[in-house]
């Protein structure tokens, strides 16, 4: 119903027609313009009396006409028609012939539709948006935070909160983070994998330069670490399109829940580790998931658990391990310099190019730099 007010207001008080007001808020002019037909015969003004203040009152005198469901035709349970369409190869059609079979006098396809279409239109947009179970993941850091305070130095941080979201339950992870470089990115990432149990077939980070090193409407080239990182756990990227606000309404969405939900739970204390902030973060998180979202009548946990879980990929047998990847060129003298680190090498592969990754964790060797058609260094002759 807060869609359905805000289509009045727009039409009522800013005097905006059924294209602009569809446009404006991301539903069909059709929907728009059979709403604002009620609205004329209802003869309603803006603002609205006092007594429409109950969405129950409002709808009663905006669809007085259609009265209630004839006994023996129960209406269909919308949402969860809505966490159907969710499913693969789900469509309205399957829907309403299932709808049928248990209800013979129920509505015909055009009335289902009809209908479906009008419960949709009072979700928010990213309620409205149907994505695929296990399909896609959608990443970004939030803008605001909570302070840390260095107990030594008395030097005030920020710890802003990396999240993901799930496209089909809207299923939420967060980590604070002091920083949103590369480590960090990549850290996140594998948390959040595990925290979910299992992979998202599509990633869709913002154009952040952690993920995407050059920004592109259509073939942005993503930073190699964070390549490595998708291809080790078998996802694709696809980045948010630049402005395209759409592509990245889910995650925004995230945001702005765990900022309300989380952030401002904690507004009135004071941390001094990084940890804290994370053993503090946790119970709000796991709070968040389980909040009931309320046209769904369901959590983000209990939609997670009835269908998204079953469609994410496995995770592989080992976490992935971060590391650098450098572009490094053979010096004239026959030594290769990366990263301070300087390895001698012979004059045959003088001048190639090639990418050394150097892998974090304590005790494990870097991988070989190698050059088109050239050997590993010091792999011998």
Same mark, same amino acid.
């Given at each position: ?29 059709? %929907?728009?313009?059979?709403? !604002? ?53 789900? %469509? ?10 248990? =209800?013979?006098?129920?509505? =015909? ?13 009072? !979700?928010?947009?990213?309620? #409205? +948006?149907?994505? $695929? ?14 302070? $840390? $305070? ?26 604070? $983070?002091?920083?949103?470089? !590369?480590? %960090? ?15 998202? +077939? ?15 409407r259509y073939e942005p080239d993503l930073n190699p670490t964070y390549a490595e990182l998708a291809r ?5 990227? @696809? ?29 009135? #204390? ?20 389980? #909040?009931?979202?309320?046209? !769904? ?20 047998? #080992? ?10 060129? @053979? ?10 680190? @300087?390895?001698?090498r012979g004059n045959r592969v003088i001048g190639r190019r090639g990418y050394r990754a150097e892998p974090? =964790? ?20």
């Amino acid at each position: 119903m807060r869609k359905l007010r805000e289509i009045l207001r727009l039409h009522l008080e800013n005097g905006l027609g059924p294209r602009a007001i569809a446009r404006s808020l991301s539903v069909s002019p059709s %929907t728009v313009s059979g709403y !604002l037909g009620r609205v004329r015969v209802a003869k309603l003004t803006w603002p609205l009396p006092a007594e429409l203040d109950e969405d129950a009152a409002l709808e009663r005198r905006l669809f007085a006409d259609e009265g209630p469901a004839r006994p023996g035709r129960p209406e269909p349970d919308w949402a969860r028609m809505h966490l159907e369409l969710r499913k693969k190869h789900v %469509t309205k059609q399957l829907l309403w012939e299932e709808y049928k079979a248990e =209800q013979p006098d129920g509505y =015909q396809f055009s009335q289902f539709c009809e209908k479906y279409a009008r419960w949709a239109a009072t !979700l928010s947009v990213t309620m #409205r +948006q149907t994505h $695929v179970a296990g399909e896609k993941l959608f990443l970004d850091f939030s803008g605001d935070g909570v302070g $840390v $305070v260095d107990a030594k130095t008395g030097e005030r941080k920020k710890a802003k909160l990396f999240l993901a979201v799930l496209g089909a339950s809207n299923f939420t992870y967060a980590e604070p $983070v002091l920083s949103e470089d !590369l480590p %960090t990115w990549v850290a996140c990432h594998v948390n959040a994998l595990e925290y979910m149990g299992g992979v998202a +077939q599509v990633w869709v980070p913002d154009n952040l330069k952690s993920a995407v090193t050059s920004p592109h409407r259509y073939e942005p080239d993503l930073n190699p670490t964070y390549a490595e990182l998708a291809r080790h756990y078998g996802a694709a990227v @696809i980045p948010a399109r630049v402005r395209r606000p759409r592509d990245k309404a889910k995650v925004e969405q995230g945001v702005l829940l765990a900022e309300r939900w989380i952030l401002a739970a904690l507004r009135h #204390r004071t941390f001094f580790s990084l940890e804290e902030v994370r053993q503090a973060v946790r119970p709000l998180l796991e709070k968040l998931n389980r #909040r009931p979202m309320k046209k !769904l009548k369901k959590s983000r946990r209990d939609v997670f658990e009835e269908m998204e879980r079953a469609a994410l990929l496995p995770l592989p047998a #080992r976490r992935y391990e971060y590391a650098d990847w450098v572009l490094a060129v @053979i010096a004239e003298r026959g030594i290769l310099v990366i990263d301070a680190v @300087i390895a001698e090498r012979g004059n045959r592969v003088i001048g190639r190019r090639g990418y050394r990754a150097e892998p974090m =964790q304590d005790g494990l060797a870097p991988a070989p730099v190698t050059g088109r058609g050239a050997r590993p260094v010091g792999s011998g002759d």
